[in-house]
């Protein structure tokens, strides 16, 4: 397993097949992540564990943190403490959101560090994706999301994600 350590420890790179730091990669809890995020042969969204996120956010106020699920997950399901809603998709089609760029823009310059979680951590790599192309230089996918991967009996939440590791949430 390689890591690509510009976004500093354990800050995993794009994963994508064709990168070349591309070798399999898992999270601390052995899920396996094939995500797609090379501009240009460039390196730019890196990834986050849950923990790590939340650090990095301590350490550079900065940062605009991004939650992209659907407002009735952001209102019903919880939010992280500090998290600005803008969503990717959402219902009742769950067409992807033509203003989600736009959105983003007005909450942040391009060259401010953009955290973006959702979910389980999928959601938020195509909105990733999406913020690159439009310019966006530091763009951070949070692994696991806020309720992190299906357990063996289809739950989320009891595996990993932002909410399992004990980290600042809230519900309307």
């Known amino acids: 397993m390689r890591e690509f350590m510009e976004g500093g420890a354990g800050a995993a790179c794009c994963l994508d097949q064709k990168c070349e730091f591309y070798h399999g990669l898992t999270s601390s809890s052995g ?25 990095f956010l301590k350490q550079n106020p900065n940062t605009v943190f991004i939650d992209c699920r659907s407002e009735m997950e952001y209102l019903f399901v919880g939010h992280p403490v500090g998290a600005i809603h803008v969503a990717w998709n959402d219902g009742p089609n769950w067409d992807i959101n033509p203003q989600f760029v736009a959105h983003v823009k007005k909450a942040a310059s391009v060259d401010r560090p953009i955290i973006v979680i959702c979910r389980s951590g999928n959601r938020s790599l195509d909105a990733g994706h999406a913020l690159e192309e439009a310019g966006f230089t530091q763009v951070y996918n949070v692994l696991h999301g806020f309720e992190g991967e299906l357990d063996d009996n289809h739950h989320r939440g009891s595996k990993t994600g932002w909410r399992f590791d004990g980290l600042p949430w809230e519900q309307c």
């Open 31 to 55: 899920a396996a992540y094939n995500a797609r995020s090379i501009i240009a042969g460039t390196h730019a969204m890196k990834h986050l564990e849950p923990r790590q996120a939340f650090e």
